[in-house]
T-cell receptor
Framework: DQQVKQNSPSLSVQEGRISILNCDYTNSMFDYFLWYKKYPAEGPTFLISISSIKDKNEDGRFTVFLNKSAKHLSLHIVPSQPGDSAVYFCAASEASGTYKYIFGTGTRLKVLA | NAGVTQTPKFRVLKTGQSMTLLCAQDMNHEYMYWYRQDPGMGLRLIHYSVGEGTTAKGEVPDGYNVSRLKKQNFLLGLESAAPSQTSVYFC???????????FGDGTRLSIL
């Protein structure tokens, strides 16, 4: 049973436009969410996070939105750049001290020049 | 600044062989994790450790053992490798609960 779902395996966007990556979760106890970016032959690198007490967090071109009632989060990249082409994973954890993160299956973003 | 280092980067094993994957971190992090990544499956947690001398099972622990004898090292062992364990293995560490994890670059393991 996949508790964190990324239903779009791939996404293509023109350079300069907005990229929107989506993530849905089923466990209502999740209260901390992260996005990671992964290039081929490298490990995932942390991009941005959000706790459940917020509904938005921004860091430069990256913004994460959290809709708790819909159990949905999204990552917006504006403007998209060719260097953003990578696989993006969302992850979630509970703040009850389980120390564990559940990852989605990833979305491959391709930004076209 | 090395961060999280995994050795080896690649390995091919025959069914039934054993091996140990090494993860070393130089950030003095308390928590360390082993994941496997398979096509279409995302990252799945194998085992994790919340401090030196501690280990715990994750989502897919069967067929693996781990040890954390030193704070900076987390070892993942395969006692009798099976083709189903062909995967890319990632190690990660973090310094507190609900903090971003730092990942190594992975070990690509093929079992024939």
């Amino acid at each position: 049973d996949q508790q964190v779902k990324q239903n779009s395996p791939s996404l293509s966007v023109q350079e300069g436009r907005i990229s929107i990556l989506n993530c849905d979760y089923t466990n209502s106890m999740f209260d901390y969410f992260l996005w990671y970016k992964k290039y081929p032959a490298e490990g995932p690198t942390f991009l941005i996070s959000i706790s459940s007490i917020k509904d938005k967090n921004e860091d430069g071109r990256f913004t994460v939105f959290l809709n708790k009632s819909a159990k949905h989060l999204s990552l917006h990249i504006v403007p998209s750049q060719p260097g953003d082409s990578a696989v993006y994973f969302c992850a979630a954890s509970e703040a009850s001290g389980t120390y564990k993160y559940i990852f989605g299956t990833g979305t491959r973003l391709k930004v076209l020049a | 600044n090395a961060g999280v280092t995994q050795t080896p980067k690649f390995r091919v094993l025959k069914t039934g062989q054993s091996m140990t994957l090494l993860c070393a971190q130089d950030m003095n992090h308390e928590y360390m994790y082993w994941y496997r990544q398979d096509p279409g499956m995302g990252l799945r947690l194998i085992h994790y450790s919340v401090g030196e001398g501690t280990t715990a099972k994750g989502e897919v622990p069967d067929g693996y053992n781990v040890s954390r004898l030193k704070k900076q090292n987390f070892l993942l062992g395969l006692e009798s490798a099976a083709p189903s364990q062909t995967s890319v293995y990632f190690c990660a560490s973090s310094d507190r609960v609900n903090q971003p994890q730092h990942f190594g670059d992975g070990t690509r393991l093929s079992i024939l």
